[in-house]
Nanobody, 125 residues
Framework: QVQLVESGGGLVQAGGSLRLSCAAS????????MGWFRQAPGKEREFVAA????????TYADSVRGRFTISRDNARNTVYLQMNSLKPEDTAVYYC??????????????????WGQGTQVTVSS
């Protein structure tokens, strides 16, 4: 079965950096589009970043553009989210997600069929 396992979350001070990883198994990873989403307490899950199956196309939420970078290593079946200049408002559980059609990048939650369990990111002020 498909498994997506996130890692790399933790507690960091404002202005700091973290790199999240998502290891995928049970799917033809190199053909899937991948995305990162986040959910803060009391808020809806929101889009953060997405990447096409080749890694050649990416898109970001306005709130993270210029600070976060999504990338993938198809040889390792892993997608990454490099987060720099972190702010307290970035505090959330971060989820990776997989989408069968990988040629385009999509921000819509319902377009992703597989989800990880999430990793907590806490940014202190």
């Amino acid at each position: 079965q498909v498994q997506l396992v996130e890692s790399g979350g933790g507690l960091v001070q404002a202005g700091g950096s973290l790199r999240l990883s998502c290891a995928a198994s049970g799917l033809a990873f190199s053909t899937y589009g991948m995305g990162w989403f986040r959910q803060a307490p009391g808020k809806e899950r929101e889009f953060v970043a997405a990447i096409s199956y080749t890694g050649g196309t990416t898109t970001y939420a306005d709130s993270v553009r210029g600070r976060f970078t999504i990338s993938r290593d198809n040889a390792r079946n892993t997608v990454y989210l490099q987060m720099n200049s972190l702010k307290p408002e970035d505090t959330a559980v971060y989820y990776c997600a997989a989408r069968r059609s990988g040629t385009t990048v999509v921000q819509t939650i319902t377009q992703y069929g597989y989800w990880g369990q999430g990793t907590q990111v806490t940014v202190s002020s």
